[in-house]
């Protein structure tokens, strides 16, 4: 059974920083590439950051672009999403996503296979 989990979320100020991890089971992260979205209150959910499987191609939204990295870990087993200057606008629940194509379209929710439960972020002063 295929299980992605996420954790680090919380509460951060405007201006902070914070690590979203994804822990992969049932998958070899590996063979898929993997991204994170999220969704907030009243909202679709949107595409923040994608990484090929090997690591070396990362996409990212222009709401995230230079200031969230997304990392992987192979061995770990693990996708990693770093948040710097966080503003109120990231907050969202953040989902990690796993994907078995070769399309370059990271930013679609819908070829993505598999999904963990979401990681509740919160930025407010």
């Known amino acids: 059974q295929v299980q992605l989990v996420e954790s680090g979320g919380g509460w951060v100020q405007p201006g902070g920083s914070l690590r979203l991890s994804c822990a992969a089971s049932?998958?070899?992260?590996?063979?898929?590439?993997m991204g994170w979205f999220r969704q907030a209150p009243g909202k679709e959910r949107e595409f923040v950051a994608g990484?090929?499987?090997?690591?070396?191609?990362?996409y990212y939204s222009d709401y995230v672009k230079g200031r969230f990295t997304i990392s992987r870990d192979n061995a770990e087993n693990t996708v990693g999403l770093q948040m710097n200057s966080v503003i109120p606008g990231d907050t969202a629940v953040y989902y990690c996503?796993?994907?078995?194509?070769?399309?370059?379209?990271?930013?679609?929710?819908?070829?993505?296979?598999?999904w963990g439960q979401g990681t509740q972020v919160t930025v407010s002063s």
């Open positions: 996503a796993a994907r078995g194509d070769y399309s370059t379209r990271y930013d679609m929710a819908s070829l993505y296979n598999y």
């Open positions: 049932g998958l070899t992260v590996r063979n898929y590439a």
């Open positions: 990484i090929s499987r090997s690591g070396l191609r990362t």
